[in-house]
């Protein structure tokens, strides 16, 4: 049976961000995978729809099939602070309790929190509304430079995103979640967009004068994505490219918005899981390929990031492909 995505659908509907979610979640895509989304639009209060371009909106759904679906979508809100209806409210506390996924993308994480759904969580939004969200619900743990966030806590999911383009990221991280790498780069690949962005929002700040650097940076980082399997000294790679260790540092935090070691363990678990998924390698060998050392170190690593072990990821992955 096919896993349901129920999409709010409220007057001022921010277009974009549910266009977004619509594209990479809402189109038939069973030629890729079997059991595809359901993706429902889903009416979550009275009168007439129209979104934020003035469009009139006739959703199918209703707030009840919102409660029984497996993921529960958020696209925005139209005022950050204002307090959803009641019943929308409800349905997403009932939605919750049964165990259903819950995505925001941008100011949809404001109606999270309105239902009291986002306490002693982790969540994110964009970064001109960080500062509003964590003084109206100083409860929440507001990470204001995160693209986007998976919080887990009892079993029940809760991710929240960025701006826009973030929630693009969020949307192809729960196809690689459901279905793997090899779906969610597809799609990628389809919409001319990037598979995964490391870093957080700071790196979309107004660059800083020696911005010219940057240039400088990619060639480092597509070396570094090339080299995976070896063993990397920062310092060596900084030389390498006419970076001192500190600026090197310097430049690479503002630009990826990571630490070196950080952007690098990311990259190496990227690679661990595509070949986790696309080959039948043995687990001492795809560490060796990916630079993590030894099996031990890999499995090390997928526990502490994902939660997971590498023959309970590739048999995950191996099913839904």
């Known amino acids: 049976m096919a896993h349901t ?55 199918t759904g209703t707030l009840q099939d919102l409660v029984q679906a497996e993921t529960v979508l958020i696209a925005g809100w139209r005022q950050p602070l204002e307090r959803p209806p009641e019943a929308f409210l409800d349905a997403l506390r009932q939605a919750h309790d049964r165990g259903a996924r819950l995505v925001s993308i941008c100011t949809g994480v404001f109606t999270l929190a309105h239902a009291g759904l986002l306490e002693g969580r982790r969540a994110t939004t964009h970064w001109l509304h960080s500062e509003a969200l964590s003084q109206a619900f100083p409860r929440i743990h507001v990470e204001p430079d995160a693209l986007y966030l998976h919080d887990t806590q009892d079993g029940r999911q809760i991710s929240t995103s960025a701006g826009c383009a973030a929630g693009l990221d969020l949307c192809l991280a729960l196809v690689r979640d459901d279905f793997g790498i090899k779906i969610a780069n597809t799609i990628a690949r389809r919409m001319v967009a990037p598979a995964h962005r490391d870093g957080g929002q700071c790196q979309y700040a107004e660059p800083p004068d020696d911005a010219s650097q940057g240039d400088s940076l990619s060639q480092v980082l597509d070396w570094m994505i090339g080299h ?25 935090k503002e630009i990826t918005g990571s630490t070196p070691h950080g952007w690098l363990v990311q990259q190496r678990l990227v690679k661990a899981r595509e070949l986790l998924e696309s080959t039948d390698l043995n687990v001492e060998v795809i560490a060796g390929r990916c630079g993590l050392g030894t099996a031990v170190n890999l499995r090390k690593h997928l526990s502490r990031h994902l939660g997971t072990t590498p023959r309970a990821y590739r048999s995950t992955f191996r099913a839904v492909a």
């Open 5 to 59: 995505i129920a999409a709010a659908i409220y007057d001022g509907l921010l277009a974009f961000e549910y266009s977004i979610a619509r594209e990479i979640l809402g189109l038939d895509r069973r030629e890729l995978t079997p059991g595809w989304y359901n993706f429902l639009p889903c009416r979550v209060e009275d009168g007439p729809l129209a979104s934020s371009h003035g469009l009139e909106i006739w959703p």
């Open 228 to 252: 995976l399997h070896e063993e990397l000294v920062m310092s060596d790679v900084a030389k390498r490219f006419g970076f001192s260790l500190r600026t090197f540092q310097r430049r690479f």
